[in-house]
């Protein structure tokens, strides 16, 4: 009995390990299509840092893979869907560096100005991203006159403008209330030369989310 008993341990703690290797095994030297349908499968699932890991590996284990370029661009989508708007530019930047041509970089130059754009809803009092953007989207404009893309750009500078003004009204009534009047006046003049002046809107919450909505 007791060799018995000694030889169905062995044999369990054999399997485990067995097991275990094979865990281990799977977490490098895999063909690339195993990454790429690991990458799919954690982003399904919700397990965007997963889906993270397995790109790293199969762009680390197969530098020349066909599949990183689609793994690059639904790993873009996939983290501004989730609003995790800095991955998505990580992998926006990525995929331009090593894909872009001149028949997608119209799509792709748009694809991260939506990214930067989108990113203003979790960020709405910064002040540079707002500038940056709005930089953006006239670069974009005049680099891409006859864009069909271009109408979406242009709803997208009204609604930065609309942040804009509201961030200067309220830095100029907060200098106001500090009794800085100098520099509450620099942000009155912006007010006033906005060509949305006269536009009623107030810095909330509620307003600024109908802005980037």
Not at 29 to 55: C, M, T, V
């Amino acid at each position: 009995m007791k060799i018995f008993i000694s030889i169905l341990l062995a044999s369990l703690l054999t399997t485990g390990c067995s097991n275990k290797t094979k865990a281990a095994d799977q977490s490098f030297n895999q063909p690339a299509s195993f990454w790429y349908q690991q990458i799919i499968k954690h982003i399904r699932s919700g397990e965007l840092d997963k889906a993270d890991d397995a790109y790293t590996s199969l762009s680390s284990e197969h530098v020349a893979s066909p599949l990183l370029e689609s793994a690059l661009l639904t790993l873009a989508h996939a983290h501004s869907d989730s609003e995790e708007h800095i991955l998505a530019q990580f992998y926006i930047d990525t995929y331009i560096k090593r894909y872009a041509k001149s028949s997608n970089i119209e799509y792709l130059k748009f694809l991260k100005l939506k990214s930067n754009f989108q990113a203003l809803k979790k960020a709405k009092r910064d002040q540079k991203l707002i500038l940056d953007t709005i930089a953006g989207a006239n670069d974009y404009i005049k680099r891409f006159p006859t864009s069909s893309y271009n109408p979406l750009v242009n709803t997208m500078l009204t609604k930065l403008y609309l942040a804009e003004l509201s961030l200067n009204r309220d830095i100029a009534k907060l200098y106001r209330k500090t009794g800085k009047k100098a520099a509450a006046k620099i942000y009155e003049e912006k007010v006033s030369s906005s060509w949305l002046k006269d536009t009623p809107i107030r810095l909330n919450q509620g307003v600024m989310s109908k802005i980037f909505d």
